[in-house]
């Protein structure tokens, strides 16, 4: 409302400069907008082409000075492809994530400009040495993150469980997602203190999936990543009514990388060697091959309960040799200060520190 102690000319005249200098901002804003373009298309509108899953990549992500994540390609033992910097060198539209690659289906640009890079002088400052660069997260909003509890003969057998009759299904939450080198920062002793390791293959969906059966199921896999389901066992068993949920999803409990490795690149994920090393022990030993549901069934699985989209991950269980499945007079739980191994064939090593 205008102030009614002016005179009626001058609330007219304000008003009129208003609605003009409103719609001028309102353009001007909206310009602005279209100009800058979502983040994988500068400069234009947003990618409409085919949905298409990465082939023949191996990815990892950046963690900038400004605190961004964003993608990048690893092109050879030491050389990393910065997506963001190429992208701004070469003028050539391409995901800025995971993420949003596997959810808007761009591989298409994301390889045209890792050939052109190769190709081209011009971004020769968007190479860097990995061993320079922080790792950033590979994901941090998927859309569901689900779990796979009791997943391998020898780990079920050790704890003295019954192999299930189906998946045995959990979650965690987008805050327990954390990178290749970080540091869990352990909570306070009257939280939790029986604190475990579980490498596990983590399945990345990368074409929608419902009611998907079992010999089409890794049609819709984009590919796999090393990761570690940290536990608290304490949480997680020892909580009224035993609660997996509280005992798998504090912050930082689910390290991922260092690499997004494509699905044709690893080729059969049911035959992959799987370790766990602590300060430099070795803890776990095993393969995918000892997995009871092994990730077509547990895709043709969840499929059936709800959809499974672009961006959706599934850590698919540990083998034998956690703590909890030691004599309990040898179970030495970790503390801050320790360091923690995941490695499986073909997709790296992940490494993290607990203080």
């Known amino acids: 409302m205008e102030p009614s102690n002016l005179p009626r000319g001058t609330r007219v005249t304000s008003r009129r400069s208003f609605l003009k200098t409103s719609t001028a901002l309102t353009i001007g804003m909206a310009g602005a907008a279209a100009s800058a373009g979502p983040a994988g298309m500068p400069g234009g509108a947003a990618y409409r082409g085919p949905h298409e899953m990465p082939k023949d990549l191996t990815l990892l992500a950046l963690r900038n000075a ?10 050879d033992e030491d050389s990393v492809l910065d997506v963001r910097q190429a992208r701004h060198l070469l003028a050539i539209a391409a995901p800025l994530t995971l993420e949003e690659l ?39 909003h998927p859309g569901k993150i689900v779990c796979i509890g009791l997943n391998y003969r020898r780990h079920a057998a050790e704890i003295h469980m019954a192999p299930p009759g189906v998946p045995v299904l959990f979650n965690k939450y987008n805050n327990a997602l954390a990178a290749h080198n970080c540091t869990i920062q352990l909570p306070p002793r ?32 984009a590919g796999y990543c090393t990761s570690n389901d940290f536990s608290a066992r304490d949480l997680q068993l020892e909580t009224p009514s035993v609660q997996w949920m509280i005992g798998k999803t504090l912050d930082d409990f689910g390290p991922i990388g260092p690499y997004f490795v494509s699905a044709d690149r690893v080729g059969d994920p049911n035959n992959l060697k799987i370790e766990t090393y602590v300060n430099g022990e070795r803890r776990q030993s095993s393969n995918t091959s000892d997995m ?22 599934i850590w698919s269980g540990t083998p034998e040799g956690v703590i909890l499945g030691m004599p309990r007079e040898k179970q030495v739980w970790l503390k801050p200060g320790d360091e923690v191994i995941s490695t499986i064939e ?7 520190r607990l203080a």
Not at 206 to 219: C, F, H, I, Q, T
Not at 292 to 313: C, H
Not at 346 to 352: A, D, H, I, N, P
């Open 190 to 221: 009257e939280i939790a203190y029986k604190f475990d390791y579980e490498t596990e293959l983590l399945i990345v969906i990368g074409k929608a999936a419902r009611n998907v059966p079992e010999d089409e199921a890794l049609g819709h896999v």
């Open 346 to 352: 073909k997709l790296g090593t992940l490494r993290f």
């Open 66 to 75: 400004d605190g961004t994540e964003t993608l990048g390609v690893k092109l």
């Open 292 to 313: 009871i549901f092994n990730p077509q069934k547990l895709i043709a699985y969840v499929s059936r309960m709800w959809t499974l989209e672009p961006g959706d991950i």
């Open 102 to 140: 596997l959810r808007e289906g761009n591989a298409r640009g994301l390889t045209d400009l890792v050939a052109a890079a190769r190709g081209s002088s011009k971004a020769r400052s968007a190479v860097v040495k990995e061993s320079t660069i922080t790792f950033g997260r590979l994901f941090t």
